[in-house]
C-alpha cells in the first residue's frame, strides 16, 4: 500500500484544492472559489489534505463557526469541500482525512464540536457524527400562510418591504442573534455568511427580499426574508415564493409576518423551512392547507469533538437535584474522548473528569451522546432504542445535563 500523507494546506496549493472542489461539486467556477476561499479561511489552518505521490487525492475544509446549544455558543468545526478524487475512492482515504481532521480541530483549532451537511450519511455516522436538526418544509397556497386568530395583533406596527442589501447585516444580525442564542444549532453566523449565503449579495441568483416587521414603539423586532422564484401567472409549475427565514421576537411580528405573505395571492405556491422550535402549526389558521414534508437528507449531522470541554461548557443553570454519575463513552476515532468520566455538578458548573477504573452507571457511544448533547435525541429514546444504558439515577443526571429547551435546527448549510 502506497503512502498516504496527511497535512495542512499550503498557502499556494489554493488552486488545486479548489479544482477538486469543482470537480466533485460543480456550482461556483473555480475563480470563484477562490475568491470565497481567501475572505473564509486560512488554508492552513483551515484546509487538510491526503497525498498521495504529490497528488492531492482528499481533502477538507474546516469552517470556524460557533453553534448555540440551550443558550451556550460552542466553538465549532463545520466540515465542507469534502472529496476524494473518483479514482481512488473506497479506498479508506476520506475516512483516514476525517480522523486526523477531529484530531486537529481539538488540538490545533481548540474547537468543542462539529456539524456538516452530509451527502453520504455512512461515511460521517462511522466515525461518530449524529443526525443533528429536525427541519421541516411547509408548503402550500398563500392563504394557508393566513395566521391564526389566536395570535396577538400590534396595530400600531407596520412591515418596510425592499431588496436586501449589505448594510441590512448590522440590522438583521442582532434580532437573529436575540432568537438563535438562546435555542439549538444555529449558527453564530460570520460577516461572510451572512453576505454570500444569507443576502446572497455574491451569487448570481434572484435576489433576497426583505420585510421588516416594526412594532407600535419603531423597534425592530422580526423580519423575513424571501425569494421570488418564476413569474405567478406564468405556466413555470416551479414557481414559488420562497421564505429563507422567518425570525420573529414577538407573537405580533408573526401575526403581521404572515398576514404579509398570504397577501401573496398571485403565487401558487409559498415554502417555508422551519425547524420544530418554531410550532408553525399552532401559528396558522389552517394547518390542514399545509403540505409538511421532512427533507431527512437535508438535516446537519453533529459530534462531539472535545467530550471534556464540551461538557464543562454546558448550561450553568444550576440542577434541581444532586447530579453525578460516571459514565462510559465509546469513541474509537476520537481516543481523547473514549473511556470513563465522572459528571457532577460543582457549586457553579458542570464538571467532568476522568474516572478510569471507576464502575460506570451510564454507558454510550460518541454518535448518541452527540445527538443528547445537541437535543436531537432525549435519554429516554437514547435508553428505548438501547443506544444508552444507565440506572435510574444516572438518567437523571444525564436529563439534568443534556435536555434542552428546544429542538435543534439550523437552515444555514455550508
Ligand atoms: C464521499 C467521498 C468523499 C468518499 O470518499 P472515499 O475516500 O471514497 O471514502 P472512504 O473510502 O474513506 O469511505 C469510508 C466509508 O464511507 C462510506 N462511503 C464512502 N463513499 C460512499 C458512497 N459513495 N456511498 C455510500 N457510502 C460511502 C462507506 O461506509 C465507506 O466504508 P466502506 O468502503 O468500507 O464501505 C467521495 O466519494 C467523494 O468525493 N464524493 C463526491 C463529493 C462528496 O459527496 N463529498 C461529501 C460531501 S459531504
Known amino acids: 500500500m502506497r503512502e ?4 495542512p494546506l499550503q498557502a499556494d496549493e489554493i488552486d488545486r484544492f479548489v479544482n477538486l472542489s469543482y470537480y466533485a461539486f460543480s456550482g461556483r467556477t473555480p475563480d470563484e472559489r477562490s475568491t470565497d476561499f481567501i475572505r473564509r479561511i486560512t488554508p492552513e489552518r483551515n484546509v487538510l489534505v491526503a497525498l498521495e505521490d504529490g497528488e492531492i487525492v482528499s481533502q477538507v ?10 443558550g451556550v455558543r460552542y466553538p465549532t468545526g463545520g466540515l465542507a469541500n469534502v472529496a476524494t478524487v473518483p479514482e481512488k475512492a473506497r479506498r479508506g482515504y476520506a475516512h483516514r482525512l476525517l480522523r486526523e481532521a477531529l484530531a486537529w480541530m481539538r488540538n ?28 421541516v418544509r ?10 391564526s386568530a389566536l395570535l396577538p395583533d400590534d396595530h400600531g406596527g407596520r412591515i ?11 440590522l438583521l444580525e442582532p434580532i437573529y442573534r436575540a432568537f438563535a442564542r438562546s435555542r439549538s444549532g444555529y449558527l453564530d453566523r460570520p460577516r461572510w455568511y451572512w453576505e454570500d449565503n444569507v443576502l446572497r449579495l455574491r451569487r448570481s441568483t434572484p435576489p433576497r427580499w426583505l420585510a421588516l416587521w416594526y412594532d407600535a414603539e419603531t423597534q425592530l423586532a422580526g423580519y423575513l426574508l424571501y425569494t421570488l422564484n418564476g413569474r405567478p401567472l406564468g405556466d413555470t409549475p416551479d414557481a414559488e415564493l420562497s421564505v429563507y427565514e422567518l425570525i420573529s421576537l414577538q407573537p405580533e411580528s408573526y401575526r403581521a409576518l404572515l398576514t404579509f405573505l398570504s397577501a ?29 414534508q421532512v427533507p431527512v437528507s437535508g438535516h446537519f449531522l453533529f459530534r462531539i469533538v472535545d467530550l471534556e470541554k464540551a461538557l464543562c461548557s454546558r448550561s450553568s443553570v444550576p440542577p434541581s437535584q444532586a447530579a453525578s454519575l460516571t459514565l462510559q463513552v465509546r469513541d474509537e476515532a476520537a481516543p481523547w474522548n473514549n473511556g470513563t468520566w465522572r459528571i457532577g455538578w460543582d ?14 452507571d451510564a454507558s454510550v457511544d460518541i454518535a448518541t451522546l452527540s445527538a443528547l448533547f445537541c437535543g436531537s435525541i432525549d435519554v429516554r429514546q437514547a435508553m428505548n432504542i438501547g443506544a444508552l444504558r444507565a440506572t435510574a439515577d444516572a438518567a437523571d443526571g ?17
Open 4 to 7: 498516504l500523507e496527511i497535512r
Open 61 to 70: 475544509m474546516i469552517y470556524e463557526f460557533g453553534v448555540w446549544i440551550d
Open 108 to 135: 490545533e483549532l481548540g474547537l468543542s464540536v462539529s456539524t456538516l451537511y452530509p451527502t453520504v450519511y455512512p461515511l460521517y455516522h462511522g466515525l461518530g457524527w449524529a443526525p443533528g436538526g429536525d427541519a
Open 138 to 147: 411547509y408548503s402550500g397556497p398563500p392563504a394557508a400562510f393566513h395566521p
Open 160 to 170: 418596510e418591504r425592499r431588496l436586501a442589501r449589505v448594510e441590512d447585516v448590522e
Open 264 to 292: 401573496h395571492h398571485l403565487w401558487r405556491r409559498i415554502v417555508l423551512d422551519s425547524g420544530r422550535d418554531v410550532p408553525v402549526q399552532s401559528l396558522v389558521q389552517n394547518p390542514h392547507l399545509l403540505d409538511v
Open 347 to 360: 457549586a457553579d458548573r458542570w464538571i467532568c473528569e476522568r474516572a478510569e477504573g471507576r464502575a460506570p
Open 398 to 414: 444525564l436529563r439534568a445535563l443534556l435536555t434542552t429547551a428546544y429542538p435543534p435546527y439550523s437552515r444555514d448549510h455550508f
